[in-house]
């Protein structure tokens, strides 16, 4: 097949998380002997490095093309920003097409990425369009803009097949949209599953997390549990940036905290691999996940977890691989924090890694994706 991925964003050297889970899936897809290629609509307010117009790159044989325009946040009615953003995902999808030829199927993450295909399901009416979501604000209550209510109805509406990473989110999506959806989780990158594991435990003791430093994210808690647990030696990386990178910051000071815990920006997944071999534990306590692939890449290191039942956790985590609280369960985490501590021999990092690679890895899942794209394109030959 050749299969188009319409993907939230492109990986770059100042990003390299921005569309990461897209790519993995497109390089697992590839490697089935399929020609896969990426878009995406980038909206962003301008930096110094970008450029009006298209941007190619290509990993392992992937061409990941990205269109910007200008910051179309700028624009401040919804109707208009959703418009323009048809017309550069149009614009773009016409570009592939002179460079590839017309794709088998497109595959579109997220629920705005999908909205964003209106103009080309109306020209290209043939080419099935399958939907995945992803995003955690469907489990969330009141967080939606106009915007977002706009390109919830519309882009469901467009696919012709949806997709949930989890049995969490296909509930939340019936229940709150009556969308009916299909489950395909969130694969592992292969580089996790590939990389040499950590066999000794380190001294001091090391915690490691990754994410998106807001307020959905609940590093604080971790931060402020650093303050409490038994081992005053132990330290926590801390790997991701975002809006309350200060505040966490400003926490851990005022904690005693802050020669322990160190803000270690953004990094690529080679240095997240680094950084999970000089640890012994990850943590992530979010108040709201749709699957949360951070768990499982820290899974495929040999790592346990200390994780939520927040929508995705806990469809993967149990005794055997470390701990699953309640949200906000602040002296469960100090105490799973302890226990893990106090007890990690319990933990086999070969078994970890096994687990996700049964069940998470590129292989597995691109499988199970290449089953319902090709299903897909079937169904949609048969209704000529």
């Not at 580089?191 to 594991?197: N, T």
Request: charge should be neutral; hydrophobic fraction near 40%; include cysteine.
């Amino acid at each position: 097949m050749n299969i188009l991925i319409i993907s939230h964003g492109i990986p770059s050297e100042k990003d390299p998380q921005w569309g990461c889970f897209e790519l993995d899936q497109a390089r697992a897809l590839m490697a089935l002997g399929h020609r896969v290629n990426m878009v995406a609509v980038d909206a962003r307010f301008r930096s110094k490095e970008r450029r009006f117009g298209y941007r190619h790159q290509v990993f392992d044989g992937v061409d990941a093309c990205s269109f910007f325009l200008f910051p179309i946040g700028l624009l401040r009615i919804a109707w208009l920003r959703i418009w323009v953003r048809d017309l550069m995902m149009l614009s773009l999808f016409r570009h592939m097409e002179r460079l590839y030829g017309l794709p088998d199927v497109i595959y579109a993450h997220f629920f705005f990425s999908m909205s964003q295909l209106k103009l080309v399901k109306r020209h290209y009416p043939g080419i099935p369009i399958v939907g995945i979501e992803h995003a955690a604000r469907i489990i969330m209550k009141n967080v939606f803009t106009k915007g977002d209510s706009i390109q919830l109805k519309r882009g469901y509406g467009i696919v012709d097949k949806l997709l949930s990473v989890s049995p969490a989110l296909q509930d939340a999506l019936y229940r709150k949209m009556g969308v009916r959806s299909e489950v395909l989780y969130d694969m592992v990158g292969g580089e996790f599953l590939a990389a040499e594991m950590q066999r000794e435990s380190h001294s001091p003791f090391r915690f490691v997390t990754t994410g998106s430093l807001e307020e959905r994210k609940a590093i604080d808690l971790i931060v402020k549990a650093m303050a409490e647990i038994r081992d005053q030696s132990a330290e926590l990386y801390i790997i991701g940036d975002g809006p309350e990178r200060e505040k966490i910051s400003d926490l851990a000071r005022s904690l005693g905290v802050s020669g322990r815990v160190r803000l270690l920006g953004r990094c690529d997944k080679q240095r997240m691999i680094d950084l999970y071999r000089q640890s012994d534990a990850f943590v992530l306590v979010s108040r709201a996940e749709t699957f949360c692939v951070v768990n499982i890449e820290a899974m495929a290191m040999g790592l346990p977890v200390i994780s939520t039942r927040c929508g995705g956790p806990e469809f993967y985590i149990d005794e055997t691989s470390g701990f699953l609280l309640d949200v906000d369960d602040y002296d469960g985490l100090v105490k799973a924090m302890d226990d893990l501590e106090r007890n990690i021999e319990r933990y086999k990092p070969e078994a970890l890694r096994e687990f996700v690679r049964s069940r998470y890895s590129g292989e597995v899942i691109a499988r199970q994706a290449e089953e319902i794209l090709q299903t897909a394109v079937e169904q949609k030959k048969n209704q000529k």
